[in-house]
DNA sequence: TAGATTGTTAATCGATTAACAATC
DNA sequence: TAGATTGTTAATCGATTAACAATC
């Protein structure tokens, strides 16, 4: 498949094709273009996502329990998905020890113990805004790198964490621009 | 509040915070700054937030429970919040006539016939990902062109209807790529 | 070989920043 | 008035595109 193909699959150029692959090494034959399987495979092992990332969800609400549902599916219906969410957190004693899926409650007090020998790498955080800060702190304590919060709210994290934030309402209130408004034509 | 001020608060430069404000009008005094306030209600305005906007949401599953849980909450309780969560569509016949929280699930058929009616302006796409496509030409028929697709998958939209993408999956994937890999120090 | 397409360099485009006259 | 800060213009920076030698 050549650059153009594949551009106008991801609806980029072919020259930003061969640019941003360029950055990470030579994938192409001249005169051929690239052999899709392989190319695959190999953005595959750069980005990262070629070997099971091991996820905490903090926050059992319903938007937690929904996505414990939805990650669990995906994880073992779908060949090659290596996201694995593999304990989930609360702080509310009520919640702790139930089971969601195929996982049960544990205390939010014990993630700094249990993170290591879980080898948890990334965490989900759906606590109500309020609680986001104090949640992100803990993930600090735990060695948690990578965190996806939901909360509608800004938090603070070391140097070294990576964040993303996943706020339904900031991406409905995005699309709001777009709307035809009353003063509009 | 000066430039450099709105600058620090979202992380970027004043020259950038008076450039980009420059696109709307001029809401600043020379020699003093910005009134918060103000500058805050013109923006809202500007964006289209200061008025309600009417949201129906599509597939009520796990997550979409949630969402109509978690958009009901904010509308309630956050003054100013104006995403307002306005009716439920499904297509599975066991879960039409049910009640989540404060509303009712609408079969799928009627979304044509009662979103004009209803003043439906954006949808929530939250069905399987076999499924986002039909229901995307369903919001096409039912004149509405603000998506935000749950789904992860791919949807092709008319040209005036604008689609966000919310696939949480994707966003733990990009984080992947920070995290330390095997191979590296 | 002839045609096609890569990886890369140079040109272009757009976005950010620096600088400053205007003025509160 | 003197100091501060705007809105805007010019300079800079970075990202995208065009072009092309290399070569499959």
New interface residues.
């Given amino acids: 498949m050549s650059s153009h193909e594949l551009g106008e699959h991801a609806g980029v150029s072919p020259a930003l094709v061969r640019k941003d692959l360029a950055w990470f090494g030579e994938f192409g034959k001249q005169g051929v273009g690239y052999e899709v399987a392989f190319l695959r495979d190999e953005l595959r092992r750069i980005?990262?996502?070629d070997?099971e990332?091991r996820?905490a969800l903090i926050g059992v609400?319903?938007?937690g329990?929904?996505?414990v549902?939805?990650?669990h599916r995906?994880y073992t219906e779908e060949p090659g998905?290596n996201?694995h969410l593999v304990a989930l957190f609360d702080s509310d004693p009520n919640k702790v020890g139930a089971r969601v899926g195929p996982l049960q409650i544990h205390r939010l007090d014990d993630l700094e113990s249990l993170a290591p020998a879980l080898g948890i790498?990334?965490a989900?955080i759906t606590v109500p805004a309020e609680n986001a800060q104090e949640v992100a702190e803990a993930c600090a304590r735990a060695h948690i790198?990578?965190?996806?919060n939901f909360a509608?709210t800004k938090v603070i994290v070391p140097a070294d964490t990576?964040i993303?934030h996943?706020d339904?309402?900031l991406?409905?209130?995005?699309?709001?621009?777009?709307?035809d408004?009353?003063d509009e034509g």
């Fill in positions: 980005l990262n996502l070997r990332i996820v609400g319903s938007l329990s929904a996505l549902r939805y990650q995906r998905f996201l790498q990334m989900i790198k990578a965190l996806l509608p990576h993303a996943a339904v309402s991406e409905m209130q995005r699309l709001a621009y777009y709307l408004g009353a």
